[in-house]
């Protein structure tokens, strides 16, 4: 399985395309505006098919460029229940936008909740609930591929912003701690934003977490 970080949107929100050109199928995490245009050369040249959306959480930056994916490549999507508010009525985020910024709804094709666990693209993948940034926030944990993708939970050498509605940094503290501070150290950790890191590196120097 291939890994392809693809950063975009306003303000370059990660999305990461897991492509299987073995088996012609691809899963994309999360859609940040524009994303379109950015996977759908990797999708020809691996010659894949793009079958689902999975949201980490419902911030606009995440689901910003959702309803084109799903319009052109008629993709299923999954989020968590949570987040449903976000994601299927956008309009409650517009305080929040950036000028200029327009959001379609998205209907979520299935939920997700913790402890989760089906096989995607030929590899095995656990749902792990990390709320605290936002309710519905989950990441999704690929044991074969030694890989986290966590949304904005946590951040190489910081954490998601807990001044939100529905954030907490309790809440938070307590989700990195138990749901992803809990995988093997080696696992590397693909965050929303900015570079990816690990498991290990974050225990033990992040400065906002205490493992």
């Not at 949107?9 to 990660?14: A, C, D, E, S, V």
């Not at 419902?58 to 008629?74: K, L, N, Y």
């Not at 409650?92 to 997700?112: C, K, S, T």
Request: hydrophobic share 40%.
């Amino acid at each position: 399985m291939n890994i392809h970080i693809v950063p975009a949107g306003p303000i370059q929100t990660n999305a990461y395309l897991l492509t299987a050109p073995d088996r012609g199928e691809a899963v994309l995490i999360d859609a940040p505006g524009g994303i379109w245009d950015r996977i759908a050369p990797i999708l020809k040249k691996e010659k894949c098919t793009l079958c689902e959306i999975w949201l980490t959480h419902g911030h606009w930056d995440h689901t910003q460029g959702g309803a084109e994916v799903v319009a052109a490549a008629h993709a299923r999507v999954r989020a968590h229940r949570a987040d449903q508010v976000l994601i299927e009525s956008p309009e409650v985020m517009e305080r929040y936008l950036i000028p200029g910024i327009r959001l379609n709804p998205l209907r979520i094709d299935e939920f997700v909740e913790q402890g989760q666990r089906w096989t995607a693209i030929g590899q095995p993948v656990e749902v792990r609930h990390v709320p605290g940034h936002c309710p519905g926030n989950v990441a999704f944990y690929f044991a074969g591929l030694k890989a986290v993708f966590v949304g904005d939970a946590l951040f190489h050498g910081s954490i998601g912003r807990t001044d939100l509605p529905g954030g907490s940094f309790e809440i938070l503290d307590r989700s990195i701690r138990e749901q992803i501070f809990t995988l093997p150290d080696d696992t590397v950790v693909y965050p929303g934003h900015g570079p990816e890191t690990t498991v290990c590196v974050e225990r033990e120097t992040n400065p906002y977490v205490h493992g």
